[in-house]
């Protein structure tokens, strides 16, 4: 079951990857404005913030295959439409961002059930591998579907990318369909106490509150990369719509290659130590990225940054699975959805806002700075856990 999950999932991945990037470039030929552009990335991960943690109690609270396909049949709608109105070609920069986040919302819903959903489909002990699965998998549709975006774009437009999007929910709707787990004990709560209940918990545990502090501070500041890309390539690069999805498919190979060696790296190094390594990857990436004018010179920045973005999202999402009880996980999966990805919009808006008001190249190297100094502050004020310490067995 896990395998089918698995597979019919990287399938949506590519779906979304591809739609992503149209969305993005779309945005670039609607308008100059860096901000809008870097927006098209946080309006896909404000509703994570936004309605992250009420997904997390009705994860908690209902069947948690039942709220998959709700999302994915709601997220295949919103697909659908966004495809025919571009089609028609009357799509603006406010119609774009209101449907990338009609999507986020559906995102917002389907992760935290999805994620706890893995404790049912394998045994405890291989739990850290499968959540390392799933990684890969979202990594390898993050290597195919940029580059695949890319060439949907130059031979039709952005409404085939966001048709073939739409397709891509099916298949796991029809393994939701078909999957029937064991049934749950579900202690059933009214959703805001169910929500206070996942907040007590998290600040109340020492390990929790000081993994979701770096996680919302590596989010703010890895949103510099991710946000402006499109018009880092576009502008700076002087590149197209392909250049621009061979730059996420080399970031998606680097996720790749490093992600079957995060759990050895996390062993070794222990989560400060390769939390550390991923951060002096991203200075090392936006430090090359302001400094570059060819897409050639750029792409080993996009190669580090995939190998980096894994090894510090994979080991924090493992550390808080790892101590949350079984009945409240999907609402602490959520609350640190909410403080990483509320980071990563966060993070969208302000890059955006620094590029428009100085340039492209002072946004990154304030990235960087910004990357070296609030890790090292928190590395003093938030200690990361060290190995069992706050683990639940």
């Given at each position: 079951m896990f395998r089918a999950i698995w597979i019919a999932n990287l399938f949506?991945?590519?779906?979304?990857?591809?739609?992503?990037?149209?969305?993005?470039?779309?945005?670039?030929?609607?308008?100059?404005?860096?901000?809008l552009v870097a927006l098209v990335q946080a309006s896909a991960t404000?509703?994570?913030?936004?309605?992250?943690?009420f997904a997390g109690a009705i994860a908690d609270n209902f069947d948690r295959r039942l709220v998959m396909l709700a999302a994915q049949v709601g997220m295949l709608v919103v697909s659908s439409m966004l495809a025919f109105l571009a089609y028609l070609g009357i799509l603006n920069p406010t119609?774009?961002?209101?449907?990338?986040?009609?999507?986020?919302?559906?995102?917002?819903?389907?992760?935290?059930?999805?994620?706890?959903s893995v404790r049912q489909q394998v045994h405890p002990r291989e739990l850290p591998q499968?959540?390392?699965l799933n990684s890969i998998s979202f990594n390898i549709a993050r290597s195919i579907g940029p580059a695949l975006?890319?060439?949907?774009?130059?031979?039709?437009?952005?409404?085939?990318?966001?048709?073939?999007?739409?397709?891509?929910y099916i298949g796991l709707i029809i393994v939701l369909l078909w999957w029937k787990p064991e049934p749950r004990a579900i202690e059933r709560r009214a959703i805001l106490p169910?929500?206070?209940?996942?907040f007590r918990y998290c600040m109340g545990s020492s390990p929790l509150r000081r993994i979701l502090m770096r996680g919302g501070s590596l989010g703010f500041s890895l949103a510099a990369f991710q946000a402006l890309l499109p018009t880092i390539v576009s502008d700076q690069l002087n590149g197209n719509e392909l250049d621009f999805g061979m730059m996420l498919g080399t970031f998606g190979i680097g996720s790749i290659l490093a992600a079957?060696?995060?759990?050895?790296?996390?062993?070794?190094?222990?989560?400060?130590?390769?939390l550390a390594v991923g951060t002096l990857m991203f200075v090392f990436v936006l430090s090359l990225l302001a400094a570059v004018h060819s897409v050639y010179h750029a792409l080993p920045?996009?190669?580090?940054?995939?190998?980096?973005?894994?090894?510090?999202?994979?080991?924090?999402?493992?550390a808080v699975q790892l101590r949350s009880p079984d009945a409240i996980l999907g609402r602490c999966l959520s609350i640190y959805q909410a403080v990483t990805f509320g980071g990563m919009a966060l993070g969208s808006w302000f890059w955006g806002a620094i590029a428009d008001w100085r340039d492209l190249p002072f946004a990154l190297h304030a990235g960087s700075v910004f990357l070296v100094v609030s890790f090292t502050i928190l590395r003093f004020l938030a200690p990361l856990p060290k190995p069992g310490e706050g683990v639940i067995d």
């Open positions: 949506s991945n590519l779906g979304a990857t591809i739609q992503a990037v149209a969305a993005a470039w779309m945005m670039t030929e609607l308008t100059t404005s860096h901000q404000v509703p994570i913030m936004l309605f992250g943690v119609l774009l961002l209101a449907f990338t986040l009609s999507v986020g919302i559906g995102t917002a819903l389907n992760s935290p059930a999805w994620q706890a499968a959540i390392a975006g890319g060439v949907l774009l130059s031979l039709w437009d952005a409404s085939f990318a966001f048709a073939i999007n739409a397709l891509s169910a929500v206070a209940v996942g079957p060696f995060v759990g050895r790296i996390r062993r070794k190094l222990q989560l400060e130590g390769i920045a996009a190669f580090v940054g995939g190998m980096g973005w894994v090894m510090i999202l994979t080991s924090i999402n493992t």
